[in-house]
């Protein structure tokens, strides 16, 4: 009987060759300049699916089921069809604020994370998972939501539905947009990080959600924020702060574990960065930069989401999980002539 999830020496190996090959992807000057800085992302989901594959082991990145009777090409018309919306509407306003985000690496991303959230969609029946959806997206947006209600009367306006390139006065100026923003990042987040992230950091780095325990969930959260880190390191105009990255992986993880999906897990880590993203894009700065969009709150009220739901974790599948017990193998039945 072949084994279901990674020993641990293989994540290990993996855990080394995610960090390390992002790290040289971006010191290639000629393949960074041709697709971008997501140059350092791409090789997260190629890692992960080789390994994976290599050692025959299903990529599992939609559910196990329940499945549908027949395949439904009209769920995977409306799934793309709403990321496309999401997309294309959404981003007319503020194309310039967004080179950075999205180059023609992450174009490719985007395009088949879409691929495999329309066919999750159409394979399996998602009305199980609504409520871990919604939860996801609240969990991913609460501490931002917080940050904007503290900051309510303070001296930092915010460019709501459209971008203000100059006030009257000639100082003011922000690059996008929040809610715009908010929703085109949402839908390349969700997309490309399950080809991504998802697939590497709770797929591959923490395995099967139903067998993952509390030492799982902290060391891939651990390596992810390693290869945060590195993107800090190799890319300058990197903005996220590495201890968002660092929650937000240890959230995702969780949530990834609890509800057994990592299209749960890629609609928070999409929302969480999507939310950082709009409301950095969308502060009012004198010098027309975007400026520091959230403040202390956000990371702490994440951490304390990240805390519970590793305490969840713990209580429903220990330290270990069932990690360090190996799979019985089949018995197998002599036969005449066999």
Request: hydrophobic residues 55%; aromatic residues 10%.
């Amino acid at each position: 009987m072949s084994q279901r999830d990674l020993p641990l020496w293989a994540r290990g190996v993996a855990a080394g060759l995610l960090v390390f090959a992002s790290w040289w992807l971006l010191s290639t000057d000629a393949l960074r300049s041709m697709l971008g800085n997501s140059v350092g992302i791409l090789c997260l989901g190629v890692i992960a699916g080789s390994v994976l594959r290599g050692m025959h082991l299903p990529l599992a990145v939609w559910p196990f089921g329940p499945w549908r009777r027949s395949f439904s090409l009209i769920a995977v018309i409306a799934v793309a069809a709403m990321i496309a919306a999401l997309i294309l509407l959404s981003g007319l306003s503020q194309p310039e604020a967004l080179e950075e985000i999205v180059d023609p690496g992450m174009t490719v991303l985007v395009v088949a994370g879409a691929v495999f959230w329309g066919f999750s969609f159409g394979f399996v029946k998602q009305r199980p998972f609504i409520t871990w959806y919604l939860l996801a997206v609240s969990l991913a947006l609460l501490p931002y939501l917080i940050d904007l209600m503290l900051s309510v009367g303070a001296d930092s306006g915010r460019c709501v539905w459209t971008r203000q390139v100059e006030s009257p006065e000639g100082l003011d100026a922000c690059q996008a947009g929040m809610l715009p923003t908010l929703m085109f990042l949402v839908a390349v987040g969700a997309t490309s990080g399950l080809v991504t992230e998802e697939l590497a950091f709770r797929r591959l780095l923490i395995g099967q959600p139903e067998k993952a325990g509390l030492v799982s969930l902290l060391a891939a959260a651990l390596i992810a924020t390693g290869w945060y880190a590195v993107l800090r390191l190799m890319v300058v105009e990197y903005p996220v702060p590495l201890i968002l990255g660092a929650v937000g992986a240890l959230n995702a993880g969780g949530i990834y574990v609890l509800s057994r999906s990592l299209l749960v897990s890629a609609l928070y880590s999409g929302t969480f960065m999507a939310s950082y993203w709009a409301l950095n894009l969308s502060t009012l700065e004198a010098s027309g930069e975007a400026g520091s969009g959230v403040s202390t709150s956000v990371w702490l009220v994440a951490l304390v989401i990240g805390i519970g739901l590793a305490a969840v974790v713990f209580r429903r599948n220990g330290l270990l999980g069932d990690f360090v017990r190996p799979e019985e193998p089949e018995e197998r039945v002599d036969v005449a002539g066999d």
